[in-house]
């Protein structure tokens, strides 16, 4: 068998505005392919944040996606910048190499929260508490996380965001 190739992750979406950060494990085969976050059909990154923000985000091409999240002060990365994985699940990462999530501090100087997607992203919860006050791990948006409904995951993000606490 041979050894999976090393994969490499998105580019931050960040701006000096960002207040909080959301921080995936890593993107999937699709995202990876289309070089866009949560770029899955199934993922409900994009509708979760619809709802959030209240705004049409899934009308909107991936870039004024992007911008509109990035004008409500919210950015994008991943906490794992390269790693060898078959497939798209968080399980299957092998070999990560953390992203400089040091970084945000400096780069995001209005940074107040960091939000974890999924259990695999909040492994990293002692470091980035290191960086802001406020760190929630929320539930994966991952299709893989079937264990919540689209409805169940858009309460639990809203309850988080808008009230700047993760329900229990």
Known sequence: MRPNATLTGLAPALTAQTHTVILGSFPGVVSLKQQG????????????????????????????RISALLDA??????????????GSLDAAIRQPQLNPLKQLIYGCPQLSRIVHNGQTSGRLAPLTRQLVPV?????????????LSLEQKII?????????????
Do not use: K
Not at 44 to 56: C, D, G, K, S
Not at 156 to 168: E, I, K, R
């Open 135 to 147: 760190v929630l791990i929320l539930p994966s948006t991952s299709p893989a996380n079937a264990r």
């Open 73 to 86: 002060g919210y950015g994008l990365w991943d906490v794992y910048a390269s790693c060898e994985r078959s």
């Open 156 to 168: 639990h993000w809203q309850a988080a965001l808008q009230n700047g606490h993760a329900m229990s």
């Open 37 to 64: 976050y949560y770029a899955h059909p199934r993922n409900a990154f994009w509708p979760i944040m619809e709802a959030v923000l209240a705004q049409p985000l899934l009308t909107l091409a991936y870039p004024e």
